[in-house]
């Protein structure tokens, strides 16, 4: 088995366009959910989430989830300084959910409201598959082509197959990560069911109320250790290792005891030969939902014991950014291992009893991370734990 680096990093985030807006914001402990303007909240419970500040870049005929997966992919590509050369067997796989849906939906509602007629252009993209033909395309990679939909894991479960790939030998480079959109299905949906907060959503917090919905992208260079050592890049972290479960329990909760989340996290460890006590920082799912904090939380300590590691939620500043999310909050945990600093849990004013565990209020934490572990827990208990180390 072949170890895997990280070798390029890219992000389109509620903080703008660039890793170095994200990793500010993060770092900061900024808050980037606030009234939305991409679409229409009047008559909904709640009417904020964290949405990408003035997009640009990338043609309109494009889907802005596609542009999202399009810029992010190109800043990591950039910034792996991966050349035509090497983008030549270069694999790609993107983890997304809502495709085009936002433009879809804006046909739609035009076409039924004003009875106008026409072919809308962005169909074509609608799809989720679309970002991986709109990246593999744009940025002339030619080898393996895949599209994940694991729904809010749907990014991390890219990461660890994407590693896989590496691992096995299939390839010696690959960009993996995750794009979504605001859509106003996923907006309505969630306030139907009344699972969002109508103030920025607190984690882990005893007087929790529910998820902030967001937007973004996220991609990884990830490389063969020799191959980056050869090229003489920089290399962020290494991914030890990765696991992914599914609970096979229900349509959207997930299982009450968290069995696929500790078997997730335990597999994940035990793939990257790394104990639990060497492991410094969690950056958590982390919903702020009153049932999936407590079960994580549950999970969490199962695995890591009572009170040892810190753990943080970025879903805190940035929202759940839905198929984003995984490779969003896996850069996060890759950035705290290179910087050596934990981001916060943003808005968390009340401990819960039942959560074990620090989890960084407010302020970020300075701290030696050796390793990391960043956990992404969908719908239907999608469970994937991704664990990273200094290199």
Not at 296 to 310: P, Q, T, W
């Amino acid at each position: 088995m072949k170890r895997v680096v990280v070798t390029g990093l890219g992000v389109v985030s509620p903080f703008g366009t660039g890793l170095k807006a994200y990793w500010s914001g993060l770092a900061a402990g900024t808050c980037a959910i606030r009234p939305l303007s991409l679409i229409d909240t009047a008559g909904f419970r709640c009417g904020i989430g964290a949405e990408v500040p003035e997009l640009t870049g990338g043609s309109r005929r494009r889907s802005r989830a596609d542009r999202l997966a399009l810029l992010a992919a190109r800043e990591a590509v950039e910034d792996a300084g991966l050349g035509r050369h090497e983008r030549t067997d270069t694999a790609l796989v993107v983890g997304a959910v809502g495709g085009g849906m936002l433009e879809a939906e804006a046909w739609y509602w035009a076409r039924s409201r004003s009875g106008a007629d026409g072919h809308p252009g962005v169909f074509r993209s609608v799809l989720p598959y679309s970002h991986a033909e709109v990246v593999g395309h744009a940025l002339g990679l030619g080898g393996p082509r895949e599209s994940v939909v694991a729904a809010c894991s749907s990014g991390a479960a890219a990461v660890s197959l994407a590693a896989d790939l590496i691992a096995d030998g299939v390839v010696p480079c690959a960009i993996a990560g995750g794009a979504d959109a605001l859509t106003r299905i996923c907006y309505m949906g969630f306030n139907a069911l009344k699972l969002l907060d109508t103030a920025p959503c607190r984690p882990f917090d005893r007087d929790r109320r529910g998820m902030s919905i967001g937007e973004g992208a996220a991609f990884l260079v990830l490389e063969d250790a020799e191959s980056a050592r050869a090229r003489g890049v920089r290399v962020y972290a290494e991914l030890r290792g990765s696991a992914i479960t599914t609970d096979a329990y229900h349509a959207t909760s997930p299982h009450p005891e968290g069995d696929g989340m500790t078997r997730a996290m335990r597999s994940a460890l035990a793939r990257a030969h790394t104990a639990p006590h060497e492991v410094v920082y969690v950056n958590a799912h982390g919903t702020a939902t009153p049932q999936n904090d407590r079960i994580e939380a549950r999970s969490i300590r199962d695995v890591f014991g009572d009170g040892r590691v810190l753990v943080s939620s970025t879903k805190s500043m940035i929202g759940h950014t839905m198929a984003a999310a995984g490779s969003l909050e896996a850069t996060a945990t890759i950035l705290a291992v290179a910087h050596d600093l934990v981001p916060p849990t943003a808005n968390h004013e009340t401990p819960d009893p039942d959560v074990a565990f620090d989890c960084v209020p407010k302020t970020a934490r300075d701290v030696a991370v050796d390793v990391a572990v960043s956990n992404s827990f969908g719908f239907g208990g999608q469970n994937v734990t991704l664990v990273f180390a200094k290199s």
